[in-house]
């Protein structure tokens, strides 16, 4: 008898290690949500704690945000027209100029003379053309007599024209020599800032085509910020806008924001197929003269209409290879895995264009903690009150 019970009493504990076994075996495979179910029933504390905030939705104007650089809106080399010695400088280095006011002068000495030699050429011309236009007169007069030949009044009267005509090309050659005379007192072409003087007193320059830079003249204001933009913005703020007014905003490399405003001055002619861009001109107001030509300048650009967006905190946002997600919790605070298509961002925060219905609630800070299909204990929390720093998952 004991012989026989014993195997029953083994091989009975053995079945029942078996069902037990079997038993969390199944309850291990159907665990999951069905356990998380039952043990936030259970246990509502047991839930994952996670901050949830709801979908913003507001009207906005979308910005795109883009790096340039700042140019001057009239930029002039100044190079000798005549040749000469330079006989003074009439600005100090980074000078700012008006229109008109001298810059250099080149000897003008050879030039004074040459417009007085011009002068007396002028004075014999005009002598020689109005004796021959009296002796003209005299000779038709002697016509109308028959006191004098047809022949010898005709080179009368050829003589005139003449006479009148090399006064006229003497007059123009007064004009050119007072020209050139002119050419030697170098004024500012624009108003702005002048550059440093490349060439100083005494200095002999040329007039032709390897004259010198003598110096640099740049506007003040306003001033241009050239940048480069994408064919999409483009075609979705520049091109739909023709003609009206696209809200531009520029910032420098020391600031945080973007404290000037400004509009699009010209867009080019052109897409570069290389590089897909388009090159654009904002103009800024620079009264104070702190913008220099060549400076750093972060610019974006507005549509100009306003619309209604969906926009959510970044943190919610995860990445799955190359889909972007967020965990979206119903009104029995089950998650749930949405995916999304996202925008531009807008003070700090993304713009999603698709997947996300206003008024929804998404996990910003937790989302490493849950899955799809989990039973959470959501805190409901501003979208811009985040200050999570975990990494989303993938």
Not at 111 to 126: D, L, N, P
């Amino acid at each position: 008898m004991l012989s026989i019970r014993k195997p029953i009493s083994v091989s009975l504990g053995i079945l029942c290690s078996v069902m037990v076994a079997s038993g969390i075996a199944v309850v291990q495979k159907n665990g999951g949500a069905g356990i998380n179910t039952a043990r936030a029933a259970e246990d509502p504390s047991g839930a994952a704690k996670v901050d949830v905030a709801t979908v913003i939705s507001q009207e906005i104007t979308e910005w795109q945000d883009y790096s340039g650089r700042l140019e001057a809106v009239d930029k002039v080399d100044v190079r000798p027209l005549v040749p000469g010695a330079i006989v003074a400088v009439h600005f100090k280095d980074g000078a700012t100029v008006r229109k008109g006011e001298p810059l250099f002068t080149i000897d003008p000495r050879p030039f004074q003379a040459e417009v007085e030699r011009v002068a007396a050429r002028v004075a014999a011309a005009r002598a020689r053309a109005t004796y021959a236009a009296n002796d003209a007169a005299r000779a038709e007069r002697l016509l109308t007599d028959n006191a004098i030949a047809r022949r010898d009044f005709d080179e009368k009267q050829n003589a005139a024209r003449e006479a009148s005509a090399n006064l006229k090309a003497e007059l123009a050659e007064l004009v050119n020599a007072r020209v050139r005379l002119s050419y030697t007192k170098i004024v500012a072409p624009v108003a702005g800032r002048v550059s440093q003087a490349e060439l100083t007193v005494g200095n002999v320059v040329s007039s032709d085509g390897a004259a010198p830079v003598l110096t640099t003249v740049v506007s003040v204001s306003p001033i241009y910020a050239s940048f480069s933009v994408d064919e999409q913005t483009y075609l979705h703020y520049l091109n739909r806008h023709a003609g009206a007014a696209v809200p531009v905003q520029m910032g420098l490399a020391d600031e945080d924001g973007f404290s000037r405003t400004g509009s699009i001055a010209s867009v080019d002619n052109h897409l570069d197929t290389q590089s897909g861009t388009i090159r654009v001109r904002a103009r800024f107001d620079n009264a104070d003269g702190s913008l220099l030509p060549g400076l750093y300048a972060r610019v974006k650009v507005g549509s100009g209409e306003s619309h209604s967006a969906m926009m959510v905190n970044p943190a919610a946002i995860g990445t799955d290879q190359a889909v972007q997600y967020v965990l979206v919790v119903d009104n029995q605070n089950r998650v749930h895995y949405r995916k999304v298509t996202l925008g531009a961002m807008h003070a700090g925060m993304r713009i999603i264009t698709g997947g996300l219905n206003p008024g929804e609630r998404i996990v910003i800070n937790g989302l490493q903690r849950v899955r799809p299909n989990d039973i959470v204990n959501a805190h409901l929390v501003d979208m811009s009150a985040s200050q999570s720093t975990e990494k989303p998952a993938a």
